[in-house]
């Protein structure tokens, strides 16, 4: 075809031999392993920004999805090692000689009772005040509560958590009522406004809601633990460290020695906080409760959702919060229990022999007269 024209030959010979070399070479050149890895990497959620890759390991932050966003919490690192300093003398504890054999000081899941006489006070203190740790405290004070938030806070400064550093978040719709308390050093008083609703009841469904808030706002980034107590109670002796857990539930002290089928757990089957009467532990008391931020984040956040379950299909559980954070202690079990000495109620009068020292406790009152709004 182009005989006679041997310029022209050459050039389409060597023409080809370059095109041929191009094509080998894309088949068979190494991909970059930046290019293979993009292939597997999720998109990324923000154009126009490449995400920066790492090999430094760093713990999972708590995902929450609120409406119309989402959230992220970080985790502030708990040294949980029971690291115990030389040469501190204490009482020798013995296999057969337990310090108390009138009442369950563990349950069936191997989570430790907390009553006076299982543990040592100084052990406990020596292994978790050098940590030092910060406790946030949540407490509402809404309507006629406010009148208790004074002895709350200063039984709390002499008996709650005495040489650590301690943060209460006190959620009220009268902030100038909130009383001046003279705090120790590292203690801090947070007042958080809230409003005032119209059912006392309400105020006990939004509990959960405004403590999930609270901490992805801010707690999570403040403090180690945190524990939710409530307003109307006063502490009468040391409730220290030995409390501290993952998760912490109390135990009820009008229910500590009743049969399960006579607890008064939510029983109809329509609502979230649902439990047949073949079922359940304890009977736990929704005024105290807590654990590691973001443990106790989980359980707000869960017991929100099943409250706005409920809420959505007009249904209100039989005791509001308490009954969802029963259910929820029922199928999450908490790692610590505390006895009904953390949690007792001056109505009951004198207290039974097991109940050698009365540490916090409801004060009586008369609900009709400070629950606005029954």
């Known amino acids: 075809m182009f005989k006679g024209r041997p310029l022209m030959r050459c050039c389409l010979l060597i023409s080809g031999i370059v095109l041929l070399l191009g094509v080998l070479q894309f088949i068979f050149r190494p991909v970059p392993f930046g290019v293979i890895s993009s292939c597997f990497r999720p998109s990324n959620p923000h154009p126009g920004i490449e995400p920066v890759l790492t090999q430094q390991a760093v713990p999972s932050p708590i995902a929450t999805t609120t409406p119309g966003k989402s959230k992220k919490l970080t985790r502030r690192p708990v040294n949980q090692d029971l690291a115990f300093p030389q040469g501190l003398h204490y009482e020798q504890p013995h296999l057969l000689k337990p310090w108390r054999g009138d009442v369950l000081t563990v349950t069936s899941w191997l989570a430790p009772i907390v009553w006076e006489g299982t543990f040592d006070p100084v052990i406990i203190d020596s292994i978790y005040k050098p940590q030092n740790l910060t406790i946030a405290t949540t407490v509402f004070a809404v309507g006629k509560y406010t009148r208790f938030l004074r002895d709350f806070l200063e039984s709390a400064e002499k008996h709650y958590m005495v040489d650590f550093k301690v943060h209460y978040y006190v959620f009220t719709d009268q902030p100038t009522e909130v009383p001046s308390v003279n705090l120790a050093p ?5 007042v958080i406004p809230v409003p005032k609703f119209n059912r006392w009841q309400e105020i006990s469904l939004r509990r959960m809601e405004i403590i999930q808030t609270t901490i992805e706002e801010r707690i999570h980034k403040e403090a180690d633990y945190i524990y939710c107590l409530d307003v109307d109670m006063k502490f009468h002796n040391r409730w220290g460290p030995e409390v501290l857990g993952s998760l912490v539930g109390a135990i009820h002290p009008w ?17 979230k906080a649902y439990i047949p009467k073949d079922q359940g532990d304890f009977y736990y008391m929704g005024c105290v409760f807590g654990g590691l931020v973001e443990e106790v984040h989980k359980l707000t956040k869960k017991c929100r959702e099943h409250l706005e379950v409920d809420k959505s299909i007009g249904v209100e559980a039989a005791w509001q919060e308490e009954s969802h954070l029963n259910w929820y202690f029922l199928y999450n079990k908490p790692t610590k229990l505390l006895s009904p000495e953390y949690l007792w109620d001056d109505l009951k009068g004198g207290t039974p022999r ?8 409801s004060v009586i009152k008369n609900k009709a007269e400070v629950r606005e709004n029954v």
């Open 354 to 361: 097991e109940i050698r020292a009365v540490r916090f406790s």
């Open 186 to 190: 590292g203690r801090e008083l947070h």
């Open 255 to 271: 229910f500590y020695d009743f049969d399960r089928v006579h607890f008064t757990y939510e029983r109809r089957p329509s609502s």
